[in-house]
């Protein structure tokens, strides 16, 4: 069974006070308007296990999903929508900044971009906030669809030229539309988990 069929909704937060306790988790994070709950729903096999709003930017709620074995998929709030209000819109990327900085369970981030618009400013800032913690980040380029092969190629291989300063940043495309990237996808955040897993396993840790 894979990593993602298991994925099942946990809990909501809308404070830092409020996350679990126990437990890793990876978290998910993008622009309003990247397709990041498409992402996950396709991830998961499930045309709604993440809410897909016709208005970007709405949901402003931390969201857990289970993997079981006490890892948890987080999907953080989208970030950058012109139409949220601009105290709302700060408060927000202030808390996903220290989230980010500071959450002891958190092993990875998965960070969504619009593959025709990638590394925007406030993608740029989302690195900054994780890279520190050295821990790694895997890139999503989401609607590849929308792009020919040659565009595709061309921006795959322009954005991980611009990751290269950050070494635990790997990147690929994805589309949820056409169903291509999952099991690269999988493969990433699996691994992440296994790498823990292994850790903990050896001897005198």
Not at 62 to 85: K, T
Not at 176 to 187: N, P
Request: charged share 20%.
């Amino acid at each position: 069974m894979s990593l993602f069929s298991q994925l099942r909704f946990h809990t909501t937060v809308n404070d830092l006070h409020m996350l679990p306790f126990e437990g890793v988790e990876v978290a998910f994070a993008g622009r309003s308007n990247a397709g990041k709950s498409s992402a996950i729903n396709t991830l998961a096999n499930h045309k709604r296990l993440a809410f897909v709003s016709k208005t970007p930017g709405r949901t402003q709620h931390i969201n857990y999903f289970d993997f079981g074995e006490g890892r948890y998929l987080v999907d953080l709030p989208g970030y950058g929508y012109a139409e949220v209000p601009e105290a709302i819109r700060a408060h927000w990327e202030a808390l996903l900044g220290q989230y980010l900085a500071t959450r002891p369970n958190l092993i990875g981030l998965v960070l969504m971009m619009d593959s025709r618009h990638p590394l925007k400013p406030l993608d740029v800032r989302m690195l900054d906030w994780f890279i520190p913690t050295g821990r790694p980040v895997h890139v999503l380029l989401t609607k590849s669809d929308k792009l020919t092969r040659q565009e595709q190629a061309k921006t795959l291989a322009a954005v991980r030229d611009k990751l290269q300063a950050w070494p635990q940043c790997s990147v690929q495309l994805f589309s949820s539309l056409k169903k291509t990237g999952i099991d690269e996808a999988e493969a990433v955040v699996g691994g992440w988990f296994a790498s823990l897993q292994e850790n903990v396993d050896e001897p005198g840790t």
